[in-house]
């Protein structure tokens, strides 16, 4: 690379939570910079998830960061060419990537669901994941498998 990687930048903690993991899915989550609608719509799925919710022990965001675990990969494939063919690369994922990679998939699957608003489907997305079900989860379980079935080019590994 010709020029050095970039400093992390601290995030601040959210304030009803005070968990930075939860900042950083606002920030995914928001659009056109708009901060405080992502904070509340955030807020208000944590509060769906409080009234739906099964599991008495558990606050609401517990659930939410039992989802992400559930949602994030923990191989994937990259794409590697040699001699002229592209295979399909198993590669264990960096803690980080893991992490961004699990909240961009709750976010864009939550955005795919039917319900009314985006707190109702954030909500809905997350509660199916706590269960190891819906299609975020449904895309780890995919990679997996994709993963599995090009094992025997792992050692092509980079």
């Known amino acids: 690379m010709r020029k050095r990687q970039a400093k992390k930048r601290p995030l601040l903690p959210d304030?009803?939570?005070?968990?930075?993991?939860?900042?950083?899915?606002?920030?995914?989550?928001?659009?056109?910079g708009?901060?405080?609608?992502?904070?509340?719509?955030?807020?208000d799925a944590m509060d769906i998830v409080e009234?739906?919710?099964?599991?008495?022990?558990?606050?609401?965001?517990?659930?939410?960061?039992e989802a992400l675990s559930?949602?994030?990969?923990h191989v994937e494939v990259r794409s590697r060419r040699v001699g002229g063919a592209t295979f399909q690369i198993p590669m264990q994922i960096r803690p980080d990537r893991k992490i961004s990679t699990a909240m961009k998939w709750l976010?864009?699957?939550s955005r795919k669901r039917n319900e009314k608003s985006m707190a109702?489907?954030?909500a809905?997305?997350?509660?199916?994941?706590?269960?190891?079900?819906?299609?975020?989860?449904?895309?780890?379980?995919d990679t997996h498998k994709m993963a599995e079935a090009n094992k025997a080019f792992s050692h092509f590994r980079f």
């Open 15 to 32: 304030p009803r939570y005070n968990d930075q993991l939860v900042t950083r899915f606002v920030n995914m989550m928001m659009w056109d």
């Open 34 to 43: 708009k901060k405080s609608v992502a904070f509340r719509i955030f807020y």
């Open 51 to 65: 009234e739906k919710k099964t599991d008495e022990e558990k606050s609401a965001v517990e659930l939410w960061k």
């Open 70 to 73: 559930n949602i994030m990969p």
């Open 107 to 109: 976010i864009s699957y």
């Open 120 to 122: 109702q489907k954030l």
């Open 124 to 141: 809905g997305e997350v509660i199916a994941a706590a269960k190891e079900e819906g299609a975020a989860v449904k895309k780890r379980v």
